[in-house]
């Protein structure tokens, strides 16, 4: 079976602009839940969909938004980037809604703010 | 969510067994624990979960007191490739899938 999918690996976005994320689930599972990782903020968590329905949101400024599609797979969006965006960007997903199941990350999109 | 404590790095020599304590002195009746590990630019991957007393799989066994208030993760006969961060979870199975990471324990295995 297929792991988590992110596209693309790697981006390098200027200040002001806005980007888009991809996520790919495991085929079956329906949670999508993303994270932001930093050197200095540690792992954080942004959002949670489920069947295409936001069911949990970190603590994030209203610039990062998602969604979910019919399919499962997820987007991201941050717009208006600052240089604190930079940052690696990680998806997971779950086949079940409980916190008890396990989640399956993706291996991330490195975007980096100049 | 309760908080967890771990320390911050632990080194250890290949072939040896690791134990990485937790501590989540407010743990809730009806929290889990989980230990995530992640390698360098990579996504945490799970190790193992567990409730009470003791969980074991192919990777690691995990030994949870009665009072719950600490967890200790162990990995036998470490290898190199077992450098990593290691992150310890409490979460209440709530409907939801927010995880919390900590700062993580850094364990750095020499040959």
């Known amino acids: 079976k297929a792991g988590v999918t992110q596209t693309p690996r790697y981006l390098i976005k200027t200040r002001g602009q806005q980007v888009t994320l991809s996520c790919s689930p495991i085929?079956?599972?329906?949670?999508v839940s993303w994270y932001q990782q930093t050197p200095g903020q540690g792992l954080q968590f942004l959002f949670e969909y489920f069947s295409e329905t936001q069911r949990n949101k970190g603590n994030f400024p209203g610039r990062f938004s998602g969604r979910q599609f019919s399919n499962s797979r997820s987007e991201m969006n941050v717009s208006t980037l600052e240089l604190g965006d930079s940052a690696l960007y990680l998806c997971?997903?779950?086949?079940?809604?409980?916190?008890?199941?396990?989640?399956?990350f993706g291996p991330g999109t490195r975007l980096t703010v100049t | 969510l309760a908080k967890t404590t771990q320390p911050i790095s632990m080194d250890s020599y290949e072939g040896q067994e690791v134990n990485i304590t937790c501590s989540h002195n407010n743990i809730a009746t009806n929290d889990y624990i989980t230990w995530y590990q992640q390698f360098p630019s990579q996504g945490p991957r799970f190790i193992i979960q567990g409730y009470k007393t003791k969980v074991t799989n192919e990777v690691a066994s995990l030994f949870i007191p009665a009072d719950r208030k600490s967890s200790t993760l162990s990995l036998p006969r470490v290898s190199l490739s077992d450098t990593a961060v290691y992150y310890c979870l409490v979460g209440e199975n709530t409907g939801f899938q927010k995880l919390v990471f900590g700062t993580g324990t850094r364990l750095l295995v020499s040959p």
């Open positions: 085929s079956g599972h329906r949670s």
């Open positions: 997971a997903s779950s086949p079940g809604v409980d916190w008890s199941y396990e989640q399956y």
